[in-house]
């Protein structure tokens, strides 16, 4: 299994949008995780450069960028692409995620203790996808 898995969906829209938002060969949507978020890790996309440590995917013409500190959260996750009319954008499927908000921008992952989830009362949909 690869460090992470690039749906064909995912592919194909990414390739088109590394083509229309930058001209640098080396820049890809770059994922990473922070704490926050009403299930207590939230989700970071962005099209970005690569940094020192970062962990880069190629599959079919796209590129994904793990955030060097988001490495062993984002292990084994699936990157997909949904166009629905109401949810459109790159999601991010992660086995390592034990509950997921509503909106499926934030997670708590199994290695965290039950309840550690963050507590400071933000509310659901803070950006996890791109698109």
């Known amino acids: 299994m690869a460090f992470i898995e690039i749906t ?26 922070s704490k926050g978020g009403c299930a207590g890790w939230q989700y970071e996309m962005k099209v970005a450069e690569p940094e020192s440590g970062d962990e880069i995917v190629e599959m079919g013409g796209a590129r994904v960028i793990i955030a060097a500190d988001s490495i062993d959260k984002l292990r084994g996750c699936e990157v997909d ?9 790159f999601k991010i499927h992660n086995p390592k995620a034990r509950r997921s908000c509503g909106c499926g921008t934030s997670f708590e992952p199994e290695d965290e203790p039950e309840g550690s989830a963050a507590e400071d009362g933000e509310v659901c949909g803070g950006g996890g996808t791109a698109g």
């Open 8 to 33: 064909g969906k995912a592919q194909e829209e990414l390739a088109l949008l590394l083509g229309s938002k930058t001209s640098s060969s080396t820049a890809g949507l770059r994922l990473g995780v």
């Open 81 to 89: 692409f949904s166009d629905d009319l109401t949810d459109a954008g």
